[in-house]
């Protein structure tokens, strides 16, 4: 099979033979993905001219509607996403359902989350201001949807969410989408845009795919246009640095990678509902996706009198995760989507070993369930710690996108403060403590190097939403070495696909302008 990509209202096979796509449990060939041939420019005008104008005769309302109409199509072929997501990326159905049922999620949020924008076709921010003694001549600022398109170049680890998270809002505000998914795991995005191209639900132009390299995308780039980007940071650099994105300063997003911590306060023991709050989210994390989420928790940071309770108790359970063939039933974690990222986590790991002891490696027995380990990307979780965090380095550069995390001793809150901001800026940073006042201080202390900060004491313990999680009412991103960019944050995603102008005239043409706009309320 050869994944089909969608652009100037055709289905089109690139040429070549293209990459293939693999089952990382049985090494069998799924499909190929080719982008050689297609036209990049032709495919973006076809999206600012057709796609672009559909979108924007209509208002926000008219658009959530549509987004209704999205959901529902995927909600409907739900069934054969768990399967493309069992072959193609190995996941079990826990797994995939944070995928696919998080862009379902994302989806019908966006839908509850604009019915209040009515039919305006722009956003107005703000008040009139005053600019001098005429009081009849004010300014107003007003935000106006893109006329470009939305290029999103994804990672392959949310092949679902990855796509609705960023198209959402996109759509929301009018501005048409074009995605490029990682050509590993791309089968999965592809087959919903098919999904919902074919049900007619969203006007021509609206959606486009390319499966495959980028090829010469962002040479066609314009200053009208945004690039959301989710990946490494290398390429996020590339990216960002290519001529033609400096030239016409095209938008840019950058979600990157992170070195995120979960850190228990001071005050919590072995006997506290805190502490074992923080070892049930740190196994979660380690073993949910094999560890493949940006949001992972990668550092541990644990007071130095707590360490060795805490090795002792996420061992134990890490011991009892099944990893193997998420056919198996009773499989919870499955193998790393290929052997190229088992062999990067191979290799981080061992930099990672260089500056720390394993704890907990699944030893010499270690053997998937059902599977053949020689054939599987299969990784076994594994728990480190470091003695030293102050003098290591790859405790806090290396990013294991895998099972793989990292306890850190620290010796007081400042220490501990520090040594969290050492990832260079990080998506989520959780803190375990029953002490108000410490859980408080963590989150000014942390807020301005991370993206999100989830305070967990007993009181929240069985409702909060996860250290991984990500929720659409609240960012996404995270300074630094994280990529500096921002989704989500309900309606506040809007911002990035609008451009804020400032009208100056007399106050009766602003108050007209403004009547047919719509403030947003966050
Ligand atoms: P990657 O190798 O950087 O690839 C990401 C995307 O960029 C893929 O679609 C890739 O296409 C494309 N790409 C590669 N080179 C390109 C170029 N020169 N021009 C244009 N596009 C190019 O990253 P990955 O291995 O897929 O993803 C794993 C990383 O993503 C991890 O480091 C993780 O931390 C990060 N991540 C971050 C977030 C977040 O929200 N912050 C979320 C998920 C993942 P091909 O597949 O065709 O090479």
């Known amino acids: 099979m050869r994944l089909p990509n969608y652009v100037g209202g055709s289905w089109v096979e690139g040429a070549g033979p293209g990459t293939a796509l693999v089952d990382p449990v049985t090494g069998e060939e799924l499909a190929r993905a080719s982008s050689e041939g297609i036209d990049f420019a032709a495919a973006l005008a076809h999206a600012r001219t057709a796609g672009g104008p559909a979108l924007r005769t209509l208002g926000y309302a008219a658009r959530a509607e549509l987004l209704a109409k ?11 996403y768990f399967e493309i997501a069992l072959r193609n990326s190995g996941s079990p159905e826990a797994d995939a359902a944070v995928d696919i049922d998080g862009a379902i999620f994302t989806l019908k949020y966006y839908v509850r989350a604009a019915a209040g924008l009515g039919s305006a076709r722009y956003l107005r921010d703000g008040e009139l201001a005053r600019l001098g003694k005429d009081e009849g001549f004010q300014g107003l600022h007003v935000a106006q949807p893109l006329r470009g398109v939305a290029i999103l170049i994804n990672a392959f680890n949310f092949p679902a969410w990855g796509l609705w998270e960023k198209a959402a809002p996109a759509l929301l505000s009018g501005v048409p989408v074009l995605v490029k998914p990682a050509t590993v795991t791309a089968w999965l995005t592809q087959r919903m845009v098919e999904d919902v191209v074919k049900a007619g639900v969203v006007p021509e132009g609206a959606l486009s795919i390319v499966c495959g390299g980028a090829g010469d995308l962002l040479d066609h780039v314009t200053g009208a246009d945004a690039l959301s980007f989710t990946g490494s940071a290398d390429t996020a650099l590339r990216i960002r640095s290519h001529p033609a994105v400096l030239r016409r300063s095209t938008r840019v997003n950058v979600e990157a990678d992170s070195l995120n911590v979960a850190l ?11 502490f074992d709050l923080l070892v049930r989210e740190v196994v979660r994390e380690m073993t949910q996706k094999a560890g493949q989420k940006c949001t992972a928790i990668r550092r541990i940071l644990v007071p130095a009198a707590a360490r060795s309770a805490i090795e002792e108790a996420i061992q134990a359970r890490l011991a009892k995760t099944t990893v193997g063939n998420p056919r198996n039933k009773d499989v919870r974690m ?17 930099a990672l070993r260089r500056e720390t ?15 053949d380990a020689a054939v599987g990307a299969f990784v076994p979780p594994t728990l480190l710690a470091c003695d030293d965090a102050l003098a290591a380095r790859a405790v806090h550069d290396v990013e294991v996108f895998g099972p793989v995390a990292t306890i850190v001793p620290y010796a007081d809150p400042a220490q501990a403060f520090a040594i969290a901001r050492m990832g260079q800026g990080s998506l989520v940073a959780s803190v375990f403590s029953a002490d108000a006042g410490f859980l408080a201080e963590a989150a000014s202390e942390l807020a301005d190097s991370h993206g999100r900060i989830l305070a967990v004491n007993a009181a929240v313990g069985a409702t909060h939403t996860g250290h991984g999680n990500v929720m659409p009412m609240c960012l996404h991103g995270g300074p630094g070495r994280a ?26 043409v602003l108050n007209a302008i403004a009547a047919h706009a719509v403030e947003l309320k966050y």
């Open 334 to 350: 499955g193998p790393l989507v290929s052997k190229a990222q088992q062999q990067a986590a191979i290799e981080g790991t061992a």
């Open 70 to 80: 999205v959901a529902d199509v995927l909600s409907s072929n739900r069934k054969a």
């Open 357 to 371: 002891k394993v704890v907990f490696d699944g030893g010499p027995e270690f053997k998937p369930i059902e599977a």
């Open 264 to 274: 228990l306060g001071p005050d919590a023991r072995r006997d506290a509902q805190e």
């Open 483 to 508: 990529g500096g960019g921002e989704e989500l944050g309900g309606l506040r995603a809007l911002a990035f696909y609008h451009r804020r102008a400032a009208i100056q005239g007399h106050v009766d």
